[in-house]
């Protein structure tokens, strides 16, 4: 089974050397879509009212076939 790794930008690049074994492509998308809002739980809103985090998905040859970027955007709203 193909492995995926999963390199985070959260403020600075962690890189993932470990990865996760999947089927197939679609799979690996699957699992950084599900990765990503678990991610935001902890995260958001750490610096202030903005935040975005990216995961850069890449095979065994260590080749880019995925990216998503989630973004936190707050707004006060004055009464």
């Known amino acids: 089974m193909p492995r995926f ?3 985070i930008h959260d403020g600075v690049w962690s890189r993932d050397d470990v ?3 999947c089927r197939n492509i679609e799979e690996a998308c699957r699992h950084a879509k599900r990765t990503l809002p678990a991610m935001a739980l902890d995260s958001i809103p750490r610096d202030g009212d903005r935040h975005t985090i990216t995961v850069m998905v890449t095979n065994d ?3 880019t076939v995925y990216a998503a970027t989630l973004t936190f955007s ?3 709203v004055d009464r």
Do not use: S
Request: proline share 0%.
């Open 5 to 7: 790794y999963f390199d």
């Open 19 to 21: 990865g996760v074994e």
């Open 61 to 63: 040859d260590r080749r």
């Open 74 to 76: 707050g707004l006060l």
